[in-house]
């Protein structure tokens, strides 16, 4: 019989190993719509417009998230952790391999960017179930004084796929001539995604279910429609659990699509100089989520690590203006800032948001929570930055995150005072 230390180890595995080729397969996605697929998926033109277009697609998956999040949230709260993880995984991945085999533009008109799209709602289906499970099989094996800890774990996958996407393109980068990129060198990271999830899918099939299911299977059935129980008995977690995470995806999708998109193209820095600077800031995001869940953990509580990272991402809002006009140093030094923040208002969310709820509906309550924070907070936040950018400049676009930073803190506040009471 496995011993609990064995079971626990498979299961922090599983759990940054699944989500680690699951932000990959999200974060190639990001990149290639911040580099190329303006130019390969839409008419020629403004290559404003074109950058808008392309971030317009990835609007498509974050509102794709929250149906993948019930659905698999059923699934997940009803048949079992591992079968719901192992379907989101390859749901997502099956989507990601097939852009690259899609047709441009010029090939095919407008079903190019169609299907793009349908792939992308692919992508945000898998990755709504994806996230929810990962946290669970974390923290459902922690042992005490462990959740926060145990809960960063999917939280590690997020730097971890971003580093194997962008450095994989950084090398497309030195490989390649930028005709050959855009032509057909952007499609690599898409292929390569197929045996990244083949790993994924070997790893997660050895797994158990949790002892947390398994106790709330012993007393009692589970719910008939577990969203519906989250809707009627926990709508004030659902709500201030979503707000509370608004911050996060705010952050990520503005330091990374939108601040790429943004240097490369207007502010004129090459591909590489960029994606060396974002693939240097992003260990800073590891070590913030680190240490937020141990300080959660240890010194304070998973809300109160949260407000404080809020905290900083709204002062950094305030000064991204001048820090990314200093020059290549002073972007450097904004984005690995940033993304140091981004640890702490999403390390430990994995705590946090799973214990918003009882295990008998917690797949969907924190899958839910996740991943419609993830439609307020990263859905439209490159399209709105890049639009605040072409009229203002950064400046506004600097606002518009501190706002976001002043709205979860604010929830995560009040979180605080209903719990007291």
Known sequence: MESDKARRTRALWASFVGTGIEFYDFYIYATAASLVFGQVFFPPGNPGVQQMAAFATLAVAFFARPVGAAVFGHYGDRIGRKATLVASLLTMGLSTTLVAFLPSYAMAGWFAPFALCVLRFGQGFGLGGEWGGAALLAVENAPPGWRARFGSAPQMGAPAGFIAANGLFLLLGLWLTPEEFA??????????????????????????ETPEFKAALEEAPPPKVPLGEVMSRHRAALITGTLGAVCCFATYYIATAFLLGWGTKSLGYSMQAFLGIQLVAILFMAAGIYLSAWLADVRLDPRRVLAGGCVGVAALGLVMAPMMGAGLWGIAAYVSLLLFAMGFVYGPLGAW?????????RYTGASMTFNIAGVIGGGLTPLIAQALAMRGGLQPVGWYLATAGALSFVALLNAGFRKTR
Not at 183 to 208: D, E, N
Not at 353 to 361: H, K
């Open 183 to 208: 032509a057909w060198g952007w499609r690599i990271p898409f292929l390569l995604s197929a045996g990244l999830v083949a790993v994924g899918l070997w790893i997660r099939l050895k797994l158990g």
């Open 353 to 361: 948001l799973p214990g918003l709820f009882p295990p008998r509906v």
